[in-house]
């Protein structure tokens, strides 16, 4: 089993800035990927971003290119997400994910891709 921690959410001004992190512990090295995804009241759980555990591709949504960062330190078995600009829209529990099977441009975006869930931390962007 992986466990996933994130840590890093709270509330933040539009325009503001917050870098969530995400700790994997367990069978970490059966971890391949890594996403972040997100889910606002109402709404179904959507993607945000996502990194393999080698090499240097990233995947984003389309509503976050250019404003978040994905990255990893796998010596420390932590992915994090620097946000930035953020929006009022950006308000959402976000989650952190993992992947023992790996991802790739067809499959990155989808929550069936990954096989463990953090328990999710509140971003909240005010107007």
């Known amino acids: 089993q992986v466990q996933l921690v994130e840590s890093g959410g709270g509330l933040v001004q539009a325009g503001g800035s917050l870098r969530l992190s995400c700790a994997a512990s367990?069978?970490?090295?059966?971890?391949?990927?890594m996403g972040w995804f997100r889910q606002a009241p109402g709404k179904g759980r959507e993607f945000v971003a996502a990194i393999p555990w080698s090499g240097d591709n990233t995947y984003y949504a389309d509503s976050v290119k250019g404003r978040f960062t994905i990255s990893r330190d796998n010596a420390k078995n932590t992915v994090y997400l620097q946000m930035i600009s953020l929006k009022p829209e950006d308000t959402a529990v976000y989650y952190c994910?993992?992947?023992?099977?790996?991802?790739?441009?067809?499959?990155?975006?989808?929550?069936?891709?990954?096989?463990?869930w953090g328990q999710g931390t509140q971003v909240t962007v005010s107007s």
């Open positions: 367990g069978r970490a090295f059966s971890i391949y990927a």
């Open positions: 994910a993992a992947s023992s099977n790996g991802i790739n441009f067809l499959t990155y975006a989808y929550v069936r891709s990954y096989d463990y």
